[in-house]
């Protein structure tokens, strides 16, 4: 092959970068996907548990008017 000049080692490390950006943007997106969704689900519990306590209520109310 041969000994690499400045310009291959300058398109090698080029490249490296490009990959290494493109990776990290990769990363980041996922994160962000992942942190998307998490907060859905915590949001979905949060109404979940509203609903359950309203019902608890409810029910404590018919309990204590048929007594």
Known sequence: MGVMD??????????GFMAVLALVRLMIRRRDQLIERFQEEVNAE????????????RQQQVMRRSA
């Open 6 to 15: 400045g310009w291959d080692v300058a398109l090698l490390v080029f490249a």
């Open 46 to 57: 949060r109404e979940r548990r509203r609903e359950a306590a309203k019902n608890e209520q």
